[in-house]
């Protein structure tokens, strides 16, 4: 036997659908600014001169505001909130523990110097000594923060894919700029102003 449905009730669910799409619209809108802006930032690591507003940092964070107040909708695994979290504090502390043993290399030299020239001792030789140790420090925090951000850009990536393809958004409407093409699940193409991607089908993976 068919069932008979309301027509108040086919109007809710229609006016729910509404209200979804519309969320996952701003939410797809919003995601890709975060992508192109963490990509952005891996870009400047490798010494790129890379022109871009927007701060991810703060983007993310609005995102996870919006989210908790769509608990329904978005940011549907609560674990990938605390993973983003995370490696946004990590790539901080990254961050700071880097500038803090440059620091301490480029104090020691200098205080080694001032002895060399208080002692008339050649100490300034064992500062020097410690500059290869510098070159290191540089070069492992640029490749540990390479990977956060890479880490963070595919989660999001993987997040605009979920949103997209849940809601029957098009896919080519939420384009986005990116600096690097070693993401998965997206497909690029280069063009005269830059490398811009969409997320791929799930008829595509």
Do not use: C
């Amino acid at each position: 036997m068919t069932e008979v449905r309301d027509s108040v009730e086919v109007a809710l669910e229609l006016d729910e659908r509404a209200v979804y799409s519309h969320i996952a619209h701003e939410s797809a809108e919003d995601i890709i600014r975060i992508i192109s802006s963490l990509d952005a930032e891996r870009a400047k690591l490798r010494g790129e001169v890379i022109y871009y507003k927007d701060d991810w940092d703060l983007l993310i964070r609005e995102r996870i505001a919006k989210g908790k107040r769509h608990t329904a909708f978005d940011f549907y695994n609560p674990a990938l909130l605390d993973i983003w979290e995370e490696k946004v504090k990590e790539s901080k502390r990254v961050k700071i523990l880097g500038q803090v043993a440059v620091w301490s290399i480029v104090a020691a030299v200098a205080v080694t110097a001032v002895l060399s020239i208080v002692t008339a001792l050649p100490l300034v030789l064992i500062g020097l000594a410690l500059l290869p140790l510098l070159v290191y420090v540089r070069e492992r925090t640029k490749s540990r923060l390479d990977l956060i951000y890479y880490e963070l850009t595919q989660f999001f990536i993987d997040e605009l894919r979920e949103i997209v393809h849940k809601h029957a958004l098009n896919p080519e409407k939420y384009r986005f700029k990116l600096f690097s093409g070693d993401y998965f699940d997206v497909e690029t193409r280069r063009t005269p102003s830059g490398i811009f991607a969409v997320v791929l089908g799930k008829s595509e993976e």
